[in-house]
């Protein structure tokens, strides 16, 4: 079974920047693709960014496009969400997430098997 444990959140101003981690404990973790998700309070989870399984296949929400950027050490079995120009809008816990299918970057909850507990991003204005 695939442990994610998500990093590196915290409490930043807008037009801050912060770089998430996503360390997965199953080298199977390299040849899936993975995402990351994020819930803001009151609100349901979406879906932010995902990668495929070589780092060269990227697909984001169009609320980020262009501000986050997601990449991925498979030698360390790590994923990451760069987050540039931080908006207010975007606090919320961040989770990532592993896909339950190859060679496709999808974008829904239910396509992603394994959660990580999330970590809080709270963007001050």
């Known amino acids: 079974q695939v442990q994610l444990v998500e990093s590196g959140g915290g409490l930043v101003q807008a037009g801050g920047s912060l770089k998430l981690s996503c360390a997965a404990s199953?080298?199977?973790?390299?040849?899936?693709?993975m995402g990351w998700f994020r819930q803001a309070p009151g609100k349901e989870r979406e879906f932010v960014a995902a990668?495929?399984?070589?780092?060269?296949?990227?697909n984001y929400a169009s609320s980020v496009k262009g501000r986050f950027t997601i990449s991925r050490d498979n030698a360390k079995n790590t994923v990451y969400l760069q987050m540039n120009s931080l908006k207010p809008e975007d606090t919320a816990v961040y989770y990532c997430?592993?896909?339950?299918?190859?060679?496709?970057?999808?974008?829904?909850?239910?396509?992603?098997?394994?959660w990580g507990q999330g970590t809080q991003v709270t963007v001050s204005s």
């Open positions: 199953d080298r199977t973790f390299s040849s899936y693709p």
């Open positions: 990668i495929g399984w070589s780092g060269i296949s990227t």
């Open positions: 997430a592993k896909s339950r299918r190859t060679g496709v970057l999808l974008t829904t909850i239910l396509a992603y098997d394994y």
